[in-house]
């Protein structure tokens, strides 16, 4: 069973550039969360994909965008980047949307942006 | 609206010495309840959840205990070990999303 990979795992943008981050869910998961998580701080809810539809989203505004694959796969794209964008964006993918498969996240290691 | 608090860290403790860390939560009805945990260099794991009230979660000599009445999911353990050294984020399931509290980093010294 594999687990959650993400790529890249560090990078460097300068601000208003735009940023693609990548996820491979774990096999037989079918959902997918973004998570960002800034240095000190909890993971942060972005969105949510399930069925190649976002079903869910955080405080965050357009610029941060995202898609699912029909392999669940998933990537995370931020436009216009801002200093305040430097964070670990986590990617966690699950079974379902709800009950108890939904309520056990896989995580993978994350990916580190830093925004100069 | 929903949310977690977690006591801030860092807590640094000796091996063998017991642990807590206090964790108490806002949200309406009946949330499942986690601790994740977080080594340096990789993705948040799932130590354990309880889904209802009283419902106690244990992994590796971590124990929780959902209460109701207090708001409240404690993590405990009683003997740590140099390799518990992490940080340890206290979570809630509502609407199907995930909501994390802040994190306490835990530091064991041998």
């Known amino acids: 069973e594999t687990g959650v990979t993400q790529s890249p795992t560090h990078l460097i943008k300068t601000r208003g550039q735009q940023v693609t981050l990548r996820c491979s869910s774990q096999s037989g998961h079918n959902t997918v969360s973004w998570y960002q998580q800034a240095l000190g701080q909890g993971p942060q809810f972005i969105f949510q994909?399930?069925?190649?539809?976002?079903?869910g989203r955080g405080n965050f505004p357009p610029r941060f965008s995202g898609l699912q694959f029909p392999n669940y796969s998933s990537e995370l794209n931020v436009n216009a980047l801002e200093l305040d964008d430097s964070a670990l964006y986590l990617c966690?993918?699950?079974?379902?949307?709800?009950?108890?498969?939904?309520?056990?996240?896989?995580f993978g290691a994350g990916s580190r942006l830093t925004v100069l | 609206g929903n949310s977690v608090t977690q006591m801030e860290g860092p807590v640094t403790l000796s091996e063998e010495a017991f642990l807590t860390i206090n964790c108490t939560y806002t949200?309406?009805?009946?949330?499942?309840l986690f601790w994740y945990v977080q080594y340096p260099g990789e993705g948040l794991q799932l130590l354990l959840k309880?889904?209802?009230?009283?419902d106690k979660g244990s992994n590796k000599g971590f124990e929780a205990t959902y209460r109701k009445e207090t708001t409240s999911f404690h993590l405990e353990k009683g003997s740590v070990q140099v390799s518990d050294s992490a940080v340890y984020f206290c979570a809630l399931n509502r609407d199907d999303k995930i909501i994390f509290g802040k994190g306490t980093r835990l530091h064991i010294l041998p």
């Open positions: 949200a309406t009805g009946y949330p499942s």
């Open positions: 994909y399930y069925r190649e539809e976002e079903n």
């Open positions: 966690a993918s699950s079974l379902g949307t709800s009950g108890s498969g939904a309520n056990v996240l896989t």
């Open positions: 309880a889904t209802k009230a009283d």
